[in-house]
Each structure stands twice: as C-alpha cells, then as structure tokens.
C-alpha cells in the first residue's frame, strides 16, 4: 500500500462539551487529491489545524511526509503548504512579492522564484494586479485576488503536501475554474492534496476522493463514483417548489415510481430516481407544474451533491428512503 503524505489516525479533540473531531481517519497519498467536505462546524479546520501543528490533538495520531506531526510539528510543517481559511495578511505587499517570498521560503533561488511567482499569476490569470499593492484598509486588492495570491503562494513551489482551506472564497467563476485546473495540476506533479471545500459540485471535478465529516465525525468516504453508489445510473429529479414550501412528493400527489432517496434542501426536494423512470419522472413532474404545485423540475444524473445532501441531513434536509 502506498505510505499517505498525510496519514490520520483515530484523532479526536474537543472544545469543552463540542466534540470537533471525534475519532477521524483519513489518509491523502501522493499524487491524491482528497476533499474534505462538512457543514459549517463539521470539524473540517480543526482537522487542518491539528495537520499544521496549531492544535493539539487529545487523542490519535498524525504522520506528514513519514513524520510524526504531534512528536515534531516544526519539520512535519516544513513539508506543508497551507492555504488558511482567514485572508492572508497580505497588507502593504504586492502579490508579486508576497508570491516571490513565498517561493524563496521553499528554497528557490531568486531567480527561479521570480519566474514560478510570475508563471502561476498567468496560470491565475492575475497579472492584472501583480503589481498592486494591499492595502491595510482592504483597498487596492479585492477579495478574490488576495484569495488568488494566498492559494498561489502555496501552490508555487513544489511540497510534499498542499493543505486549502476554502481556497475558491470570494473567486469569480471564471477564476474558480483556472483554480482547480491548479489544484488538479498540484496532485499530477506528485502532491498530496487535502481540499476543503464548500463546493461539492466543482470540487468533484479535481479530487479523487472525499471524505465527508459530520458533528466530527467521518461519515462517508470513497471516490466521487464510488460516493455515488452502485446506482452510477440513477437520475436525481429536482423540484422546485413554490413559495408555499410544500413539496408535491410528500403531500397528496401519488408518484407512479419509486423514489430510492428523497432530500430536501430548501425549497428544492431532489429525488433520486431509476433510469427507466425518468420518462414517468418527466410525466409527473410535469404534470406537477402544469398544476402549479411546483415552480419547475429538472431531471439530471445524481451527483455528489445528492449524495452529501443525503450524508449530512442536507440543509435542514429531511430524508425519506420511500420506495
Ligand atoms: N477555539 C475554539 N473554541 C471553542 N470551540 C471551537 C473552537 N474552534 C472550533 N470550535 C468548535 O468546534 C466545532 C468545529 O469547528 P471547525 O471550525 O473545525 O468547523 P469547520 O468544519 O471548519 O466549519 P466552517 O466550515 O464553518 O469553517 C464547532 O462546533 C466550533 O464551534
């Protein structure tokens, strides 16, 4: 078995009566990008924090690049680049320093950190303000370009294992795009990767496997296909419902097939739906909407999203196993 760049092992810290990570495991190995989803207060910047030697776990252990991160956090660290959720304090540099002292703190020498700091601004594609400076008051740079110039300083040399921490905040979508293209290019030069992230439905693009923390806990874990389940061709029909809230699957309106899974979030109710149904799906989504009983309906293949919603109870989610 491959030795993980990040090995995590039964590790478990409390704040008082808050369980923040209770019993986690995880493993990222070279080459891996691993996403850590959760809900807010799922435990996910606990975990980076006791990875980075921040925290203190209470119970467990963590090995970075082969070492023993709670026995010698200061060289475990060294082989860590960390993209924290708080904005770098980037004020009064430009990113084009801030990028260059990144790279000479990995070791490069000037030369070769001017031409990496400029080499990922174009792969950023902020250029644009590479020579702007930050200002303390939170001019000069926005949001996305100080959260661009933080994941740049990270990803510009070559570590053993690369921690982002929300890394897409604040990016316009257009950028977000450039930004995982790098993270997925991070893992294929050989990179251990552990991304968390909000963002299930782009994430699930660049990693190769998920792990889902809930209340602290690891509660589904596995590569995006294999998240998904056996059913790789079930279909999700979202509905939209109307500003009343009340969802025509649960209430009155029979369904002529069976639903495997049902998760609300929101106003949007997503069931989970066999292929060969979905041309009755479409007939009584339809039908639905003719009555006004929904806004509208599409129907798609399932998608990671379907499966955290279901995972983590959604958001407020209400599931049903109806068949
Ligand atoms: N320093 C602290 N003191 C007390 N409680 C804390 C502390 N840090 C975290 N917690 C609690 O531990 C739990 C996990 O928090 P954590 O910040 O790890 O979650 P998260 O998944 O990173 O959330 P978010 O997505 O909002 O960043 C939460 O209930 C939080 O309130």
Not at 44 to 61: F, H, I, M, N
Not at 73 to 81: K, L, M, Q
Not at 126 to 146: C, H, K, Q, Y
Not at 287 to 302: H, K, N, S
Request: hydrophobic share 45%; glycine share 10%; with cysteine.
């Amino acid at each position: 078995m491959v030795q993980g760049v990040l090995e995590v092992e039964n590790l478990s810290r409390r704040f008082g009566a808050v369980a923040a990570n209770d019993g986690v495991t995880l493993r990222v190995r070279p080459g891996e990008v691993v996403g850590l989803l959760g809900h807010n207060g799922a435990g996910k910047t606990t975990l980076v924090s006791q990875v980075v030697g921040l925290l203190r776990p209470d119970e467990g252990a963590i090995t970075v690049a082969g070492t023993d991160a709670i026995a010698e956090p200061g060289t475990a660290r060294r082989c860590v680049a960390l993209q924290a959720q708080a904005q770098a304090p980037l004020d009064g540099l430009t990113p084009r320093t801030a990028i260059e002292i990144a790279a000479r703190l990995r070791g490069m020498s000037r030369a070769k950190a001017a031409a990496a700091a400029r080499a990922v601004a174009e792969e950023l594609d902020i250029t644009e303000w590479f020579d702007r400076r930050a200002m303390p008051d939170g001019g000069g740079l926005s949001g996305g370009v100080r959260r661009l110039t933080a994941f740049a300083m990270a990803a510009v040399a070559p570590v053993p294992l690369v921690i982002l921490d929300e890394p897409t905040n604040d990016v316009d979508a257009a950028r977000r795009r450039l930004l995982w293209k790098k993270v997925r290019g991070l893992g294929d030069a050989g990179a251990g990767v552990l991304l968390v992230t909000h963002n299930v439905a782009e994430a699930e693009r660049v990693v190769d496997d998920l792990v889902v923390l809930d209340k602290g806990k690891v509660v589904a874990a596995g590569s995006p296909s294999g998240l998904r389940g056996a059913g790789d061709h079930d279909l999700r029909l979202e509905l939209a419902l109307t500003s009343d809230g009340i969802d025509p699957s649960e209430t009155g309106a029979e369904i002529p097939f069976p639903v495997a899974r049902r998760v609300r979030a929101g106003r949007r109710v997503l069931l989970t739906v066999r292929a060969e149904d979905a041309e009755k799906a479409v007939a009584w989504a339809s039908a639905q909407r003719e009555d006004e009983r929904v806004e509208g309906y599409a129907l798609a293949p399932v998608t990671l999203e379907d499966v955290y919603l279901a995972v983590t109870g959604g958001n407020n989610a209400k599931e049903s196993g109806d068949a």
